[in-house]
């Protein structure tokens, strides 16, 4: 595909976004039918369409409206390309513009929310949260997120990952939330299909993600529950900074089918539980709750857009209940930690302070929190814990 093509097939992927089909099926079902598009086509085309999604709103305001083309239009020239290069008409390009696409506002003439590509609902929450640092929050939600590793230490140290990544033509830079942490540039791919990962030298993960974990107090011999695991990043992490009896349980243990296979790479045990038995005590508990996942619309943008205030306090709701559930599972003495990807207060600092007065007998230990300012997701931490 020549570059034009591409922006050519990210208009109508748009065009059926607009639709209501969810970003990942359109660029899935397109990916399927264009036979001709190579790997190099279908990154790039995703890369477009993921663009757009995080700068929809500029986009729609600079290009004059909300269809497909109008968005490539609008995300072009905003990044100050050369439109006349992209709107060819030739192949598979777009069309050459119309008179009448040459005319464009200023984007500093836009509304805040516009100019911030967020609802304004969220930009008075990142206000009202955030005071001074909101609009830079905001301006950093707009652009694409850098590719997070976290080294597995068991199999060598940070430096010689470093190392290895650098033979394979990667500049991996580190990354002071955790130990094992480094960070690559947005748009970073194939590390999956490295003998680096293939080995367990590595797993992808966010820097904060790595930070809410190394600020665990966890302690070798004993047993810990990662109640909402997803995928179970948090406890492999765990699992390779102490000798532990890690159980990790999701509502979906569909998420969880890849983690024995990436246990055994990096060479650590977890165990899966599809039911944990309410009579269970563990010594440690990660509440990872479902949340707004505000702290990664870099990686998801179409979120920010479907997302409501209702909806959040439909999820705190939830946090609250699952952190209730986990509460009688701690041993005395025992600490839980509970963590979002959220930049809400109401899902963060507000529940904290909520859980403590519903169970007098949890104190604060730790807290920790991070932000896109810090090159990293946004995430919270918030450790308990119970009395003796």
């Avoid at 034009?4 to 039918?33: F, K």
């Avoid at 060598?156 to 394979?168: I, N, P, Q, S, V």
């Avoid at 909806?311 to 930690?337: E, Y």
Wanted: glycine letters at 10%; one cysteine or more.
């Amino acid at each position: 595909m020549t570059p034009a093509a591409r922006y050519g097939a990210a208009i109508e992927i748009l065009d059926a976004i607009n639709t209501g089909t969810p970003a990942e099926q359109q660029l899935t079902r397109w990916a399927r039918g264009a036979r001709y598009a190579g790997s190099k086509d279908r990154a790039a085309v995703r890369d477009i369409v993921f663009d757009v999604l995080r700068r929809r709103a500029s986009s729609a305001f600079l290009g004059g409206g909300d269809t497909g083309r109008a968005l490539v239009l609008g995300l072009l020239r905003g990044q100050g390309a050369d439109l006349d290069a992209v709107f060819t008409g030739q192949g598979h390009a777009p069309s050459p513009l119309e008179p009448s696409e040459h005319i464009s506002s200023a984007l500093s003439d836009a509304p805040r929310d516009v100019q911030q590509d967020l609802p304004e609902w969220v930009l008075s929450a990142l206000d009202a949260d955030h005071g001074d640092d909101a609009t830079g929050i905001a301006q950093a939600l707009r652009d694409r997120a850098p590719v997070g590793l976290r080294a597995n230490l068991r199999h060598g140290t940070r430096e010689d990952l470093t190392t290895t990544l650098k033979a394979l033509g990667h500049n991996a830079i580190p990354h002071d939330a955790a130990p094992g942490a480094l960070v690559l540039p947005s748009g970073t791919r194939g590390l999956h299909l490295t003998e680096a990962y293939l080995s367990g030298l590595f797993e992808l993960q966010d820097p904060g993600s790595q930070g809410l974990v190394a600020r665990c107090p966890a302690q070798p011999n004993t047993r810990i529950l990662d109640y909402c695991a997803g995928g179970g990043g948090k406890a492999l992490a765990l699992a390779d900074a102490y000798d532990l009896d890690i159980t990790a349980h999701d509502a979906d243990p569909k998420r969880m089918k890849d983690l024995p296979e990436r246990a055994r790479r990096a060479g650590v045990s977890v165990q899966i539980a599809e039911q944990v038995p309410s009579d269970a005590q563990f010594d440690g508990i990660i509440c990872d709750v479902p949340c707004s996942g505000s702290g990664a619309w870099r990686r998801a943008p179409e979120a920010r857009w479907r997302s409501t205030p209702e909806q959040v306090q439909s999820l705190c709701t939830t946090q609250a209940q699952i952190v209730d559930d986990c509460v009688p599972m701690l041993a005395p003495g025992g600490w839980l930690a509970y963590m979002t990807c959220s930049l809400f207060a109401a899902e963060n600092a507000d529940q904290a302070a909520a859980i403590l007065a519903r169970h007098p007998h949890l104190r604060t230990e730790a807290t920790w929190s991070t932000t896109p300012l810090n090159g990293t997701d946004g995430f919270y931490l918030h450790v308990f814990r119970a009395a003796s």
